[in-house]
């Protein structure tokens, strides 16, 4: 009998033969939440965007990007499993890698989607009851939100420039700005909505204006560009980590962006 077969969130089909001991991850949150597990032995493969834990790609072979791999590296590296991820990964790069290992896709827009991911971890890797902890931490921060009561402040969400893009509804930043206590004015929209120069009039005005530090990497010099935009907004610089990584720090992530709130716009 195989080890494991279980359905992923895109519905694919993944059959395991034995544990995996042999992996691979091309998603640099759950390259965290691997490790996390107690399976960076069994890492064998991370992307060049896998920054966490500090130091791992110094311990690891690098095979590429989240859009583009090295096919002959994984090929070498014989995984016996592949992680990827419907936004991160391509298509394509799913397709081809499925041809070497069975590969796991996940497709994470709500924290209710990454709670789900936790559970087919356990299958996935053999580790009953192993994620319970985080799953608790997460629950229990998002029943004690601080911010709950607040009014929600109206926030526009940039990850990129030239062409201003911003994050729309149904992503993971979208998510962990509601939980922050922040309504994206952007939630209405396709999933990461462009512009060129003039502010949509479809959408309201922000409040706040967020500068991500992924993917691209807004810095200080970008700040006096929006204001001319935006003269009347709030900016901050804030590290995109905190909105888009799903994985072992998401409780301490909630945190953040909740403080984010309560020091920035005021209790």
Known sequence: MPFAVLVDQTGRK???PARPKRIISLVPSLTALI???????????VTRF?????????????????????????RDLRPDLIICNKEENTPEMVSAL???????????????DFLELLKDYEVLFGLPGKTGQLAGEISRELDRRAVANLPPVKVAYFIWRKPWMLAGGQTFINAMLQC????NVAASTSRYPAFENDWPEQWDRPEWIML????YPFKEKHLAEIREL???ARILLVDGRWFSWYGPELPVFLKKIAGLRLQEGGQ
């Open 35 to 45: 490790c996390y597990l107690g399976l960076e032995d069994e890492l064998l493969g």
């Open 180 to 183: 922050g206590g922040f309504c």
């Open 50 to 74: 896998c920054t966490h834990p500090e130091g791992l790609k110094g311990r690891k072979k690098v095979v590429g990007g989240t859009k583009e791999v090295r096919y002959d590296r994984i």
């Open 98 to 112: 499925e041809q070497f290992c069975p590969v796991h896709v996940s497709d994470i827009s709500t924290i209710s």
């Open 14 to 16: 993944v059959k395991l």
């Open 212 to 215: 991500s530090s992924e993917p």
């Open 230 to 232: 935006f003269p009347e």
